[in-house]
């Protein structure tokens, strides 16, 4: 009696993926693109929160440490950072005695007097260079607005000085790629 061997074909050895085993890969897929969805989101809406805390703390100690003065004139970053009012992390000192102020996102913050209904340097206007995506931007100003004296968004007034406000052109300026953000309190 003759013994043969069977030989497998060179088809029946190679595998590919199954249905299963794709469709776990698709799902594990999935889950990760939906978690780095969430994960990014909540990173920059922890970062607005914290770019309109400090704003509107700093804006708080610029009230109460200049209380001598009946106007912010000659108030710069500077000062403020002196008084405190800006955490150490987000302030820069320069050799030359120069401060530079920026938010949690690395977004400078200028600081201004600016002439208001109650007269010369009566408002103080902090400036939050642009840049930021739009839900960031958005969510900063609508934290700001209630304590704006005003606040305008690239060119678009959002709080006028008479207190009026215009929530339309929050997102008109918020959509502009040069999104600054003026934001002034009133002495």
């Not at 693109?33 to 309109?52: D, L």
């Not at 992390?89 to 050799?95: A, Y």
């Amino acid at each position: 009696m003759k013994t043969t061997l069977l030989r497998r074909s060179p088809a029946s050895t190679e595998r590919g993926l199954t249905l299963i085993e794709l469709m776990i890969s698709l799902s594990i897929a999935a889950v990760l693109m939906v978690g780095s969805y969430f994960g990014y989101n909540m990173v920059h809406t922890a970062k607005g929160q914290n770019t309109t805390r400090l704003l509107t703390q700093a804006g708080t100690c610029a009230r109460t440490s200049f209380t001598g003065s009946p106007n912010f004139a000659g108030i710069s970053e500077t000062e403020l950072a002196d008084a405190g009012c800006f955490p150490d992390g987000n302030v820069v000192r320069s050799g030359g005695g120069d401060v530079t102020v920026t938010d949690s996102s690395g977004h400078a913050i200028g600081v201004t007097p600016a002439d208001g209904p109650g007269g010369n340097d009566t408002m103080l206007s902090f400036t939050l260079a642009g840049g930021m995506n739009r839900a960031v931007c958005t969510q900063i100003v609508n934290g700001l607005l209630p304590s704006a004296a005003t606040l305008t968004v690239h060119t678009s007034d959002v709080k006028d000085a008479a207190g009026a406000v215009d929530r339309a052109n929050i997102a008109i300026g918020c959509a502009e790629d040069d999104n600054r953000i003026i934001y002034s309190i009133q002495k």
